[in-house]
């Protein structure tokens, strides 16, 4: 992926700048917009792996390396929920590197290979994720989206997202969302089903916050 000209710069300190906002363990909101850092893939946010909340440490772990430090984001490009895929550094450590060191996250290789090494390091080191045989996140989204379409009786097929309507707004929740199980779909309230994210991105429904 070639890399724009175009580079987000936030200082905490400043008062008439942005703090950025973790969405989970491998995306930040800045300024209003949503910035899915490249090259990694976190655990989901309800994730768990035996008694280990590794989803929600991930996203501790993503709020402690970017607290009170200078963020800046070199963009890369769109995907396919409306983010912009970005290199982030804190203080010009890259974000991304330090998120798979610390065992927190996983290489994205589908998408990249530019940390690789630093995954291979981390594994010999047996750091967070790679301390035992956990499930990686791309795994446990297609075990759980396989899941739900055995169970969601009431969506169409082949699109189990569900797209809620509430007072914090048009929240969708896909199979892997800790709440997707809770969540009830009334249709004649203009709730509805969606077969992707980006189907649920382009109706004007987001995904859940959990920061």
């Not at 995907?79 to 290489?107: L, Q, V």
């Not at 007072?167 to 892997?176: A, M, Q, R, S």
């Not at 089903?193 to 959990?210: D, I, L, Q, T, Y």
């Amino acid at each position: 992926m070639k890399a724009v000209s175009v580079v987000v710069f936030i200082a905490l300190c400043g008062p008439a700048l942005s703090e950025p906002r973790v969405v989970d363990g491998d995306t930040l909101e800045i300024d209003g917009t949503i910035y899915r850092l490249n090259g990694i893939d976190a655990p989901e946010h309800g994730q768990l792996y035996g008694s280990w909340a590794c989803g929600s440490d991930a996203t501790a772990e993503l709020v402690e390396i970017v607290k009170e430090h200078d963020i800046t984001c070199d963009a890369l490009g769109q995907d396919g929920f409306d983010r912009t895929i970005a290199t982030c550094y804190a203080d010009g450590t890259d974000i991304g590197a330090s998120m798979i060191d610390k065992g927190m996250a996983w290489a994205f290789v589908r998408y990249s290979d530019a940390y690789v090494d630093v995954e291979t390091a981390a594994r010999e080191r047996r750091r967070g994720v790679f301390s035992g045989d956990y499930t990686a996140p791309w795994d446990y989204r297609s075990l759980r989206w396989t899941a739900a379409l055995a169970d969601e009786d009431d969506a169409p097929e082949g699109c189990p997202i569900k797209g809620n309507i509430s007072k914090n707004g048009h929240i969708y929740h896909p199979p892997w969302s800790p709440w997707y199980a809770k969540t009830r779909i009334n249709l004649s309230e203009g709730e509805r089903w969606f077969c992707s994210e980006a189907e649920a991105v382009a109706a004007g429904w987001r995904a859940p916050r959990w920061n």
